[in-house]
């Protein structure tokens, strides 16, 4: 009976190795390099290169500089204002920080309509990203958020780690 089956076993690991063998030989084959043949002008290359000019149904933009990432909400605000405008209105304000190294700024609440909503966020400084700043908290200017509304409303509300401010629109 254990013959048998040592016999099973030993007649299955060599069919392994035969469908292996056979699966490497034909892929080796088949991943042999072909001579191609070569590509491009059979003359000297030109000194200046011409290239057609892409197909693009948008116009060529630069892109603007990336956002930093943020850190997190801010801990707390102050003075916040949001004064109207011919256009719309803008909030301005202080946030408390981390440390020195984190600036802050409004970013709009896109699962909200209305009434608007905003998170103050802390994010590190572009200028100090190699630097090890010490963890002191620090009040800081946020940047102003300039919003374009046909009817601003009465209030905004700005979200920091302490809670919900509700800010009238002055």
């Known amino acids: 009976m254990q013959r048998t089956r040592f016999a099973a076993a030993l007649a299955g690991t060599a069919a392994l190795f035969a469908v292996v063998g056979a699966v490497g030989v034909s892929a080796q084959t088949t991943m042999a390099p072909t001579p191609a043949s070569p590509v491009g002008p059979t003359s000297a290359p030109s000194t200046t290169a011409t290239y057609a000019p892409m197909s693009t149904s948008l116009p060529a933009t630069k892109p603007g500089p990336a956002m930093p990432p943020t850190v997190g909400l801010a801990l707390d605000a102050r003075a916040l204002r949001a004064r ?30 209305f009434p608007p909503q905003f998170n103050l966020d802390q994010f590190r400084r572009p200028g100090t990203l190699g630097l090890l700043c010490i963890q002191r908290l620090t009040w800081v200017t946020a940047a102003p958020k300039s919003v374009v509304s046909a009817a601003p409303p009465h209030w905004v509300t700005v979200r920091t780690q302490k809670g919900f401010l509700r800010v009238p629109v002055r």
Do not use: E
């Open 84 to 113: 109207r405008t011919p256009t719309g209105y803008t909030l301005t304000g202080q946030a408390l920080v981390r440390d020195a190294c984190t600036a802050a700024r409004f970013d709009r609440v896109l699962g909200t309509i």
